[in-house]
Structure formats: C-alpha cells, structure tokens
Nanobody, 120 residues
Framework: QAQLVESGGGSVQAGGSLRLSCAASGSIFSINAMGWYRQAPGKQRESVATITRAGRTNYTDSVKGRFSISRDNAKNTVYLQMNSLKPEDTAVYYC??????????????WGQGTQVTVSS
C-alpha cells in the first residue's frame, strides 16, 4: 500500500498565499498523474489542478493564473502554490496520486485532506 501525507493548509486573509505539499510513500514503483482536489461545505469534490509525470498541467478555470502545481518525481511529492487567494477558495484540499506498485498494481490513492480557509 501507499500513503499520501498532506501539509501546508491553514488560514489566510484574502489576497494571501499558501503552499500545499503532498508526499507519497510506501509500495511505489512509479506515480503517473498527481493532483489536487477540493471540497467546500455542501458542495461536491472538484478537481483543482493535475500534473502528469512528464509535467503537463491542467487547472480548473477558477484558479488559472493564481495557482501553480508542480511535482518532484524523485521525492514522490506534489505541490500546490496558491496565490491571490479568495474566500471562495475555502475548502478541504485533497491530494490524489495514480500509483503503480509491483505488488498491488495500479491504485488510486487519496490523502487525508488539509483545510484551507480564506477570510475576507
């Protein structure tokens, strides 16, 4: 099995910045796509940003130009730099990884979630 551990959430005022990190560990041969998702109270979980192993990125429209996703394949870690934060960015942010393990095959893993709160 693999585990994803997130860090970097917190509370910030509108216009501020936060950087989320997510480190994968355990039975990992390689990691394909990694991404960040969020879920606000009363809403469905949505994709925020994804990145392939080769570094190709994709963002939801509401964060384009403000958020930046990156990854360090040697450390099995994905980052989300969030700038110009808005109150509507408030949510629990989840890390996701498409992991290939020699023992378990291809498995989709989720982190435990980290709270991001943006006050106006």
């Amino acid at each position: 099995q693999a585990q994803l551990v997130e860090s970097g959430g917190g509370s910030v005022q509108a216009g501020g910045s936060l950087r989320l990190s997510c480190a994968a560990s355990g039975s990992i041969f390689s990691i394909n796509a990694m991404g960040w998702y969020r879920q606000a109270p009363g809403k469905q979980r949505e994709s925020v940003a994804t990145i392939t192993r080769a570094g190709r990125t994709n963002y939801t429209d509401s964060v384009k130009g403000r958020f930046s996703i990156s990854r360090d394949n040697a450390k099995n870690t994905v980052y989300l730099q969030m700038n110009s934060l808005k109150p509507e960015d408030t949510a629990v942010y989840y890390c996701n990884a498409d992991v290939l393990s020699l023992r378990f095959g291809r498995v989709d893993y989720w982190g435990q979630g980290t709270q991001v709160t943006v006050s106006s």
